[in-house]
Nanobody
Framework: VHLVESGGGLVQAGGSLRLSCAAS????????LAWFRQAPGKEREGISC????????WYADSVKGRFTISRDNAKNTVYLQMNRLKPEDTAVYYC?????????????????WGPGTQVTVSS
């Protein structure tokens, strides 16, 4: 099983980035996909999730209206479009996959994780 994030980098406040997470080794269509992030000295924070079956989406209040999650099952890839970035969005961003989501923002629920990609937003 592999999840690999890409698309992170350095961007100025107000800018945009699009993260991708390519998956392999499991039945992608059957899994909910989520994005978490972890800033230095802080706990891992769940920020967005997309369901397996009907593409329902959820967002943390901190990113609602600025970030958009989507998935392409044909490409086994989940995306996170991040607009109007703020310095407080600086973190390592992780994608994760869960066969059953018992708790939306509970990291232990997720079966598979990527290694993360750094996003740095300068002021």
């Amino acid at each position: 099983v592999h999840l690999v994030e890409s698309g992170g980098g350095l961007v100025q406040a107000g800018g945009s980035l699009r993260l991708s997470c390519a998956a392999s080794g499991f039945t992608f269509d059957d899994y909910a996909l989520a994005w978490f992030r972890q800033a230095p000295g802080k706990e891992r924070e769940g920020i967005s999730c997309i369901a397996a079956n009907d593409d329902s989406t959820w967002y943390a209040d901190s990113v609602k209206g600025r970030f958009t999650i989507s998935r392409d099952n044909a490409k086994n890839t989940v995306y996170l479009q991040m607009n109007r970035l703020k310095p407080e969005d600086t973190a390592v961003y992780y994608c994760a996959a869960a066969s059953v989501v018992r708790g939306l923002w509970v990291p232990e629920v997720y079966d598979y994780w990527g290694p993360g990609t750094q996003v740095t937003v300068s002021s």
